[in-house]
């Protein structure tokens, strides 16, 4: 499959929550992100090291679920190529105006059903005065409230068929770096995708028959060490949220991580030291799921912590 270079990064993720202040007010004292701007219903925020207007979108809602996930493009030409393959999929919805931090956008939804946008005019954080870095090339100084969290690293969706969803998202650049399989048949499981060159952008997850179209299993925000794992792991149990995964290692991808639900029920992850993958043609490492590629430690045979009660859908 031609590999085109088309997406830049992942630029910010939008969540629905049932109880967004809660959930604005975790995210920023707990985790350590930064609100950039409140508009309607709506609450901008951004970790520390993030360079655009913002990471993550907080949104008010019946349920906790994906709202949309957003990507920008590498350039106007990029935009517009990716924009036709969109239209040809079949997945495209049309161009929506431009709304708090980015310009227009083109706006689809995958094969999972997972709403997305690419774009590419972006409004660049501009920090204030005082909180301007002495590292020029820093988006602002550091911030060290609860986590301190350092900027957005990836998001792992849910989805009714992996491969077609992974087919998709490589038609318009994307590599595929690992993925899991059944040890009957090959059913591939999961697959973990990258423009950058971070080892995901972007996870795809089947762990059973009945996925809901759009699902989200979490979003993660980098830190730089196992350290700041463990020291965030002490100050989320400190403030009475329970760790649901971790602190431990992948095998795959080989970051060290937790996870834990923000209030208003989705699964957000904290991650260091993840494998970086610099050539275009490396890949894909294909696992077994006998092999218990989410553990580089553990003998528990399971692939990614997953309580069916707590599965977000998408809209």
């Given at each position: 499959?031609?590999?085109?270079?088309?997406?830049?990064?992942?630029?910010?993720?939008?969540?629905?929550?049932?109880?967004?202040?809660?959930?604005?007010?975790?995210?920023?004292?707990?985790?350590?992100?930064?609100?950039?701007?409140?508009?309607g219903?709506?609450?901008?925020?951004?970790?520390?090291n993030?360079?655009?207007?913002?990471?993550?979108?907080?949104?008010?809602?019946?349920e906790?679920?994906?709202?949309h996930?957003?990507?920008?493009?590498?350039?106007?030409e990029?935009?517009?190529?990716?924009?036709?393959?969109?239209?040809?999929?079949g997945?495209?919805e049309?161009?929506?105006?431009?709304?708090?931090?980015?310009?227009?956008?083109?706006?689809?939804?995958?094969?999972?059903?997972?709403?997305?946008?690419?774009?590419?005019?972006?409004?660049?954080?501009?920090?204030?005065?005082?909180?301007?870095?002495?590292?020029?090339?820093?988006?602002?100084?550091?911030?060290?409230?609860?986590v301190?969290?350092?900027?957005?690293?990836?998001?792992?969706t849910?989805?009714?068929?992996?491969?077609?969803?992974?087919?998709?998202?490589?038609?318009?650049?994307?590599?595929y770096?690992?993925?899991?399989?059944?040890?009957?048949?090959?059913k591939?499981?999961?697959?973990?995708?990258?423009?950058?060159?971070?080892?995901?952008?972007?996870?795809?997850?089947?762990?059973?028959?009945?996925?809901?179209?759009?699902?989200?299993?979490?979003?993660?925000?980098?830190?730089?060490?196992r350290?700041?794992?463990?020291?965030?792991?002490?100050?989320?149990?400190?403030?009475?949220?329970?760790?649901?995964?971790g602190?431990?290692?992948?095998?795959?991808?080989?970051?060290f991580?937790?996870?834990?639900?923000?209030?208003?029920?989705?699964?957000?992850?904290?991650?260091?030291?993840?494998?970086?993958?610099?050539?275009?043609?490396?890949?894909?490492?294909?696992?077994?799921?006998?092999?218990?590629?989410?553990?580089?430690?553990?003998?528990?045979?399971?692939?990614?912590p997953?309580?069916?009660?707590?599965?977000?859908?998408?809209?």
């Open positions: 499959m031609q590999n085109q270079f088309l997406i830049s990064q992942l630029a910010h993720v939008e969540l629905i929550s049932p109880k967004p202040e809660e959930t604005v007010k975790f995210m920023r004292d707990v985790i350590g992100l930064e609100v950039t701007e409140q508009k219903q709506s609450v901008y925020m951004r970790a520390w993030d360079y655009f207007h913002h990471t993550l979108k907080i949104t008010e809602g019946n906790a679920r994906l709202g996930i957003g990507w920008r493009a590498t350039g106007p990029g935009l517009q190529q990716a924009v036709k393959i969109i239209e040809a999929s997945y495209g049309g161009w929506v105006e431009g709304e708090r931090g980015h310009g227009d956008a083109y706006r689809f939804q995958t094969p999972g059903g997972h709403p997305s946008e690419v774009f590419w005019d972006i409004e660049w954080y501009q920090a204030p005065q005082e909180m301007r870095s002495k590292w020029k090339n820093r988006a602002q100084k550091i911030v060290r409230r609860g301190g969290a350092k900027r957005l690293d990836h998001i792992t849910l989805t009714p068929n992996t491969t077609k969803d992974r087919e998709f998202y490589q038609s318009i650049g994307f590599r770096h690992e993925g899991i399989y059944t040890s009957v048949a090959e591939e499981m999961a697959a973990w995708l990258a423009v950058s060159n971070l080892s995901h952008d972007i996870a795809f997850l089947t762990p059973g028959d009945n996925v809901p179209r759009g699902g989200l299993h979490h979003v993660c925000y980098a830190v730089d060490s350290e700041e794992v463990l020291l965030a792991a002490d100050t989320l149990i400190d403030y009475g949220y329970k760790l649901e995964g602190p431990e290692r992948h095998a795959l991808a080989e970051g991580y937790l996870y834990v639900r923000e209030p208003g029920g989705n699964l957000i992850e904290l991650y260091a030291l993840s494998h970086l993958i610099f050539a275009p043609d490396w890949g894909p490492v294909k696992w077994k799921i006998e092999e218990n590629p989410n553990s580089a430690w553990s003998d528990t045979n399971i692939m990614i997953l309580d069916d009660k707590k599965i977000t859908s998408g809209r």
